[in-house]
């Protein structure tokens, strides 16, 4: 299910008793809108509660104040003004009680759980579930107004919980379910049936819990979580200046007035109940002030009227998450650790959620009675004679040693108590000589910025293990929120060495140039979106040394020189930018020299040597794909394996591909590019072999063609001869070719792929060699890395073999492509000649930016991509199932699911100006698909009725804003690529001026 939008809050507000911690807690908070936990304009904000037992409902009050202090100062007012709370949307965070099991408190306490979909890895504390839960689960759909949160406990919430705002006025909380034998012990809510409260029993009776039984046979917990509208956050925040609620604010204090304690469900929310009447709740005690202070009732009373006075009229709801989950985070140790178990899971166990101070406790699992017989500590060495009983609890306890008059301290120093002697002997006299302090005494002195900081580097440190495991294992795991965490928290120096390291060490090619794209991505981030865009060129002179240590294959070499030369680049955007290409470009050498392996399939066979000026003609069908594209594009096709389903098609009836080459006398190549065979529009002759240099510059003149003669075999560019050595040695003279396609530039119809098969089958045999189709289908790959466009296999697959068939490349190397014909219904290759058609958009499609980025995302593992790589190769096999069984219907789904897939493949291939056109089609076809990589050239439409050209050429004309278009007939080529040799024509002069 998709995430909903999240909350854009105003402000987060993070509140807690530790006054020496204030500023460690707001690095927090910014640290996690660094991690895009909190949106980028939220106001963030770690606030001290005023005095250490002001209750939660008085650091609420606190917080308001300061929230409404500085959104006051933002807007430019010299006062407070509730007015800046209409259009706010506030979180507040308590920190609440101090928390034995961990130095930084329960909302920093670490849970064994990961979330994969998060932009950033790091640490996933309580705190970061709870900001999540409230941002995306709790939040969306709220009014302006002011949500309070506690952290003492672990939360499960559904995505989408059904929580209507509709009308929504005064306050409401957020129940979760419970069980009748917890809510003994716990806060529950009595609701009428529309879910207004009318009552909170604290630990109450069996006949009041059982009056709040749900039809689930569940009771609702007051659950930590509570939303204020704007109108009662208004009158909340009113109290701040009346006596003695006053005292519950910094304000107040910073004044001399008294403190008073609060409780925010039951003093705050509590008057609000409707069943509650105003003699019981002035009478009434909340459970947090506990059973002493008894002289500060009357102080207490007085703040509940005025509590009364402003809020008593303001509705308090329930919203019940039926299928949500609570857990208190207790100090009871076996209960926490089980909690942190299954945080969350259905049927975790909901544990007590007040921790009381009291002598009958235990420690190492043993009543004090025990612990005192067996160690021979006593009760005056942990308190003070008159302590009284109700405070002789573990908190109070001096136990720990800090300092020994003679000696320096260690772990046997306190871990002697776990001996079952009787009594400790040495170790007992020299633990009373010790200072010692107890665990109230030590928390003032706790480092909580050494802890966290201690935390996160242990992280990173894991973190540098885990990539390393990721490349070298080759796991489909995306490295990329590591470098994200790695680049905002101030440390990419680690990642980027540990990269170099996996890179240089690689046996694998693969391994290796993932881990330099994994580079790529640390410079891009380090970039922080600012210096241009990521796909660009890469051919800067400085990069060259490194490149060309790559190009030998000495990988160890080409990494330590990248690494220098990345050095140079890293003080400011452009030059990170700019740096990441050339780390993407490097990682295409390595690609390459893989795809190269595809040679080990290419072979010839001799035949009579064509006579001079003989021309030999190569034409070809385009193509068309019907599913699983992108998958044949390295790496994809040797790491995942590849398999497309493909059509050879005539277009309008015409072959519109080809090439044709013959020998000539002069010892020269004469290149000839042209729209048809009989309009050339580029002509080159090369001489000497610095006129081919510039074969591997795709978009320098007749570069294909200069690869063509080179990955041929017929010109060597590096040998020690000249160009017109070669060639009278080996053939006696030059060669003319000419090329051709009828088709617009990146039409999505194979046009380059096809082209440089129909150059290369024509080159071989004007030059005395055949080369079998499948053989070709690799020579073009090999042809397509020396010219450095990259690209897959499936373009020649499906315009050099005939009719209907998929490829297939299994996920190894050498890279090898295997072709099956489909076999079809008879009569249906003509019902689907009826029924196809192609309409050129009027749009050139970019795709070498989408390559750039599709391989950018596959080499990053993003989970969604990968996924979506595997359901492309799947569903060529169901598409294959559709054509045999020759349905329409069932083409058209494969269709339309196809188009979705690459879209999800290459955001932005959908031009808007496409999906107007295919929105207006849509009703009369069973599905379609831009073909290719998308971007523009040709939509191909399967019709639901036959021959319907003319008709949808009606149904375009009457839509407005579709700019150049044209339609035209498309029918399935059963002969794929044919060669054929003409009469032979003299040529003793070059034809070009």
């Given at each position: 299910?998709?995430?909903p939008?999240?909350?854009?809050?105003?402000v987060?507000?993070?509140?807690?008793?530790?006054?020496?911690?204030?500023?460690?807690?707001?690095?927090?908070l910014?640290?996690?809108?660094?991690?895009?936990?909190?949106?980028?304009?939220?106001?963030?904000?770690?606030?001290?509660?005023?005095?250490?037992?002001?209750?939660?409902?008085?650091?609420?009050?606190?917080?308001?104040?300061?929230?409404?202090?500085?959104?006051?100062?933002?807007?430019?007012?010299?006062?407070?003004?509730?007015d800046?709370?209409?259009?706010?949307?506030?979180?507040?965070?308590?920190?609440?009680?101090?928390?034995?099991?961990?130095?930084?408190?329960?909302?920093?306490?670490?849970?064994?759980?990961?979330?994969?979909?998060?932009?950033?890895?790091?640490?996933?504390?309580?705190?970061?579930?709870?900001?999540?839960?409230?941002?995306?689960?709790?939040?969306?759909?709220?009014?302006?107004?002011?949500?309070?949160?506690?952290?003492?406990?672990?939360?499960?919430?559904?995505?989408?919980?059904?929580?209507?705002?509709?009308?929504?006025?005064?306050?409401?909380?957020?129940?979760?379910?419970?069980?009748?034998?917890?809510?003994?012990?716990?806060?529950?809510?009595?609701?009428d049936?529309?879910?207004?409260?009318?009552?909170?029993y604290?630990?109450?009776?069996?006949?009041?819990?059982?009056?709040?039984?749900?039809?689930?046979?569940?009771?609702?917990?007051?659950?930590?979580?509570?939303?204020?509208s704007?109108?009662t956050?208004?009158?909340?925040?009113?109290?701040?200046?009346?006596?003695?609620?006053?005292?519950?604010t910094?304000?107040?204090?910073?004044?001399?007035?008294?403190?008073?304690?609060?409780?925010?469900?039951?003093?705050?929310?509590?008057?609000?109940?409707?069943?509650?009447?105003?003699?019981?709740?002035?009478?009434?005690?909340?459970?947090?002030?506990?059973?002493?202070?008894?002289?500060?009732?009357?102080?207490?009373?007085?703040?509940?009227?005025?509590?009364?006075?402003?809020?008593?009229?303001?509705?308090?709801?329930?919203?019940y998450?039926?299928?949500?989950?609570?857990?208190?985070?207790?100090?009871?140790?076996?209960?926490?650790?089980?909690?942190?178990?299954?945080?969350?899971?259905?049927?975790?166990?909901?544990?007590?959620?007040?921790?009381?101070?009291?002598?009958?406790?235990?420690?190492?699992?043993?009543?004090?009675?025990?612990?005192?017989?067996?160690?021979?500590?006593?009760?005056?060495?942990?308190?003070?004679?008159?302590?009284?009983?109700?405070?002789?609890?573990?908190?109070?306890?001096?136990?720990?040693?800090?300092?020994?008059?003679?000696?320096?301290?260690g772990?046997?120093?306190?871990?002697?108590?776990?001996?079952?002697?009787?009594?400790?002997?040495?170790?007992?006299?020299?633990?009373?000589?010790?200072w010692?302090?107890?665990?109230?005494?030590?928390?003032?002195?706790?480092?909580?910025?050494?802890?966290?900081?201690?935390?996160?580097?242990?992280?990173?440190?894991?973190?540098?293990?885990?990539?390393?495991?990721?490349?070298?294992?080759?796991?489909?795991?995306?490295?990329?929120?590591?470098?994200?965490?790695?680049?905002?928290?101030?440390?990419?120096?680690?990642?980027?060495?540990?990269?170099?390291?996996?890179?240089?060490?690689?046996?694998?090619?693969?391994?290796?140039?993932r881990?330099?794209?994994?580079?790529?991505?640390?410079?891009?981030?380090?970039?922080?979106?600012?210096?241009?865009?990521?796909?660009?060129?890469?051919?800067?002179?400085?990069?060259?040394?490194?490149?060309?240590?790559?190009?030998?294959?000495?990988?160890?070499?080409?990494?330590?020189?990248?690494?220098?030369?990345?050095?140079?680049?890293?003080?400011?955007?452009?030059?990170?930018?700019?740096?990441?290409?050339?780390?993407?470009?490097?990682?295409?050498?390595?690609?390459?020299?893989?795809?190269?392996?595809?040679?080990?399939?290419?072979?010839?066979?001799?035949?009579?040597?064509?006579?001079?000026?003989?021309?030999?003609?190569?034409?070809?069908p385009?193509?068309?794909?019907?599913?699983?594209g992108?998958?044949?594009?390295?790496?994809?096709?040797?790491?995942?394996?590849?398999?497309?389903?493909?059509?050879?098609?005539?277009?309008?009836?015409?072959?519109?591909?080809?090439?044709?080459?013959?020998?000539i006398?002069?010892?020269e190549?004469?290149?000839?590019?042209?729209?048809?065979?009989?309009?050339?529009?580029?002509?080159?002759?090369?001489?000497?072999?610095?006129?081919?240099?510039?074969?591997?510059?795709?978009?320098?003149?007749?570069?294909?063609?200069?690869a063509?003669?080179?990955?041929?075999?017929?010109?060597?560019?590096?040998?020690?001869?000249?160009?017109?050595?070669?060639?009278?040695?080996?053939?006696?003279?030059?060669?003319?070719?000419?090329?051709?396609?009828?088709?617009p530039?990146?039409?999505?119809?194979?046009?380059?792929?096809?082209?440089?098969?129909?150059?290369?089958?024509?080159?071989?045999?004007?030059?005395?060699?055949?080369?079998?189709?499948?053989?070709?289908?690799?020579?073009?790959?090999?042809?397509?890395?020396?010219?450095?466009?990259g690209?897959?296999?499936?373009?020649?697959?499906?315009?050099?073999?005939?009719?209907?068939?998929?490829?297939?490349?299994?996920?190894?190397l050498?890279?090898?492509?295997?072709?099956?014909?489909?076999?079809?219904?008879?009569?249906?290759?003509?019902?689907?000649?009826?029924h196809?058609?192609?309409?050129?958009?009027?749009?050139?499609?970019?795709?070498?930016?989408?390559?750039?980025?599709?391989?950018?995302?596959?080499?990053?593992?993003?989970?969604?991509?990968?996924?979506?790589?595997?359901?492309?190769?799947?569903?060529?096999?169901?598409?294959?199932?559709?054509?045999?069984?020759?349905?329409?219907?069932?083409?058209?789904?494969?269709?339309?699911?196809?188009?979705?897939?690459?879209?999800?493949?290459?955001?932005?291939?959908?031009?808007?100006?496409?999906?107007?056109?295919?929105?207006?089609?849509?009703?009369?076809?069973?599905?379609?698909?831009?073909?290719?990589?998308?971007?523009?050239?040709?939509?191909?439409?399967?019709?639901?009725?036959?021959?319907?050209?003319?008709?949808?050429?009606?149904v375009?004309?009457?839509?407005?804003?579709?700019?150049?278009?044209?339609?035209?007939?498309?029918e399935?080529?059963?002969?794929?690529?044919?060669?054929?040799?003409?009469?032979?024509?003299?040529?003793?002069?070059?034809?070009?001026?």
């Open positions: 299910m998709e995430q939008k999240g909350v854009d809050w105003t987060v507000i993070l509140t807690c008793q530790y006054k020496d911690s204030v500023q460690v807690f707001q690095r927090e910014e640290v996690r809108q660094k991690r895009e936990q909190i949106p980028a304009g939220t106001l963030l904000l770690a606030v001290e509660d005023p005095e250490k037992r002001v209750g939660s409902g008085g650091a609420t009050l606190n917080a308001l104040l300061v929230a409404a202090e500085h959104l006051s100062a933002r807007a430019g007012f010299t006062v407070v003004t509730s800046v709370l209409h259009s706010a949307w506030i979180l507040i965070l308590h920190m609440g009680r101090d928390f034995p099991f961990d130095d930084c408190g329960r909302a920093f306490t670490c849970l064994s759980v990961e979330n994969p979909e998060a932009p950033v890895e790091a640490l996933v504390c309580n705190l970061d579930c709870l900001l999540d839960i409230m941002t995306y689960r709790l939040g969306p759909g709220s009014p302006p107004g002011v949500w309070v949160c506690s952290t003492d406990m672990l939360l499960s919430v559904p995505v989408n919980p059904g929580i209507s705002w509709d009308s929504f006025r005064g306050a409401r909380v957020i129940a979760l379910p419970g069980s009748l034998a917890y809510a003994r012990n716990h806060g529950v809510y009595l609701t049936p529309q879910g207004l409260v009318l009552d909170i604290y630990q109450g009776t069996e006949a009041e819990i059982q009056r709040c039984v749900r039809p689930d046979g569940r009771v609702p917990l007051v659950s930590g979580v509570v939303f204020f704007v109108e956050a208004e009158r909340l925040l009113a109290t701040h200046v009346s006596p003695p609620l006053d005292a519950c910094y304000l107040g204090l910073d004044s001399g007035a008294r403190p008073v304690q609060l409780s925010l469900f039951f003093d705050i929310l509590y008057c609000m109940a409707e069943n509650v009447t105003r003699e019981d709740f002035l009478v009434g005690r909340p459970p947090e002030l506990g059973q002493g202070d008894a002289d500060v009732a009357g102080y207490l009373q007085s703040a509940r009227a005025q509590l009364w006075r402003e809020l008593r009229d303001q509705p308090l709801t329930m919203a998450v039926s299928n949500g989950s609570y857990s208190y985070m207790t100090s009871s140790a076996t209960e926490f650790l089980h909690s942190l178990a299954r945080p969350g899971a259905p049927g975790a166990q909901i544990v007590h959620s007040q921790v009381e101070r009291q002598g009958a406790g235990t420690y190492l699992n043993v009543p004090w009675s025990e612990f005192f017989k067996r160690t021979g500590v006593r009760a005056w060495d942990l308190w003070d004679p008159d302590t009284p009983p109700a405070e002789c609890c573990l908190p109070s306890a001096r136990l720990f040693p800090v300092l020994h008059p003679s000696r320096d301290l772990p046997q120093d306190l871990l002697w108590m776990l001996d079952r002697q009787e009594d400790g002997g040495e170790a007992l006299r020299a633990w009373r000589a010790s010692r302090l107890s665990w109230e005494q030590l928390q003032p002195c706790l480092d909580r910025a050494a802890t966290l900081a201690s935390r996160r580097d242990l992280f990173f440190r894991q973190a540098l293990h885990k990539a390393r495991h990721v490349l070298e294992a080759r796991q489909d795991l995306s490295l990329r929120p590591l470098i994200w965490a790695a680049v905002r928290e101030g440390c990419p120096g680690p990642l980027l060495a540990t990269l170099d390291q996996v890179a240089a060490g690689a046996g694998d090619p693969g391994v290796a140039a881990a330099l794209a994994c580079v790529a991505d640390v410079l891009g981030c380090m970039a922080e979106g600012r210096g241009g865009l990521r796909s660009g060129p890469a051919a800067n002179p400085e990069w060259m040394r490194p490149f060309s240590y790559l190009e030998c294959g000495d990988l160890a070499a080409g990494v330590e020189a990248l690494a220098q030369e990345r050095d140079k680049w890293l003080s400011r955007p452009a030059l990170l930018v700019r740096a990441a290409r050339h780390y993407e470009g490097a990682g295409q050498i390595l690609i390459r020299q893989a795809v190269m392996s595809a040679q080990h399939f290419v072979s010839t066979e001799p035949v009579e040597l064509p006579g001079l000026g003989q021309w030999v003609v190569a034409e070809c385009a193509r068309v794909d019907f599913s699983g992108w998958s044949d594009t390295p790496p994809l096709a040797y790491e995942l394996g590849g398999a497309v389903l493909g059509l050879a098609v005539r277009v309008d009836g015409r072959r519109p591909i080809g090439a044709r080459a013959r020998r006398p002069e010892p190549l004469w290149l000839a590019v042209g729209p048809r065979q009989d309009e050339m529009t580029v002509k080159i002759v090369c001489r000497c072999l610095a006129d081919l240099r510039d074969y591997c510059q795709p978009h320098a003149p007749g570069a294909l063609l200069k063509a003669f080179i990955c041929a075999g017929i010109v060597h560019v590096h040998s020690e001869l000249q160009l017109n050595e070669q060639l009278l040695r080996t053939f006696g003279g030059g060669f003319e070719l000419h090329t051709w396609s009828e088709l530039h990146g039409s999505g119809l194979g046009t380059s792929s096809i082209l440089a098969g129909t150059a290369l089958a024509a080159l071989q045999r004007a030059a005395g060699r055949v080369v079998g189709t499948e053989a070709l289908i690799h020579a073009v790959l090999h042809l397509e890395q020396v010219l450095t466009t690209g897959g296999w499936q373009d020649q697959v499906g315009g050099l073999m005939p009719g209907i068939k998929v490829g297939r490349s299994q996920a190894q050498p890279l090898k492509v295997e072709v099956e014909e489909v076999t079809v219904p008879e009569g249906f290759v003509q019902k689907l000649n009826d196809l058609l192609l309409v050129y958009t009027g749009k050139t499609r970019l795709a070498r930016n989408l390559l750039q980025d599709v391989l950018r995302s596959w080499y990053a593992r993003l989970p969604a991509v990968v996924q979506n790589a595997h359901s492309l190769v799947q569903q060529t096999e169901e598409c294959a199932e559709a054509f045999r069984q020759g349905s329409l219907p069932l083409l058209g789904q494969c269709l339309t699911s196809y188009w979705e897939q690459k879209k999800l493949m290459a955001p932005g291939c959908e031009p808007l100006a496409v999906r107007r056109m295919m929105d207006v089609l849509a009703p009369h076809v069973h599905g379609q698909s831009l073909a290719g990589a998308g971007g523009g050239g040709f939509l191909y439409l399967l019709t639901k009725e036959p021959q319907q050209k003319e008709a949808l050429e009606a375009l004309a009457k839509t407005e804003g579709l700019g150049n278009y044209s339609i035209h007939l498309v399935v080529d059963t002969q794929g690529l044919s060669l054929k040799l003409l009469g032979t024509e003299a040529s003793t002069c070059c034809p070009f001026p």
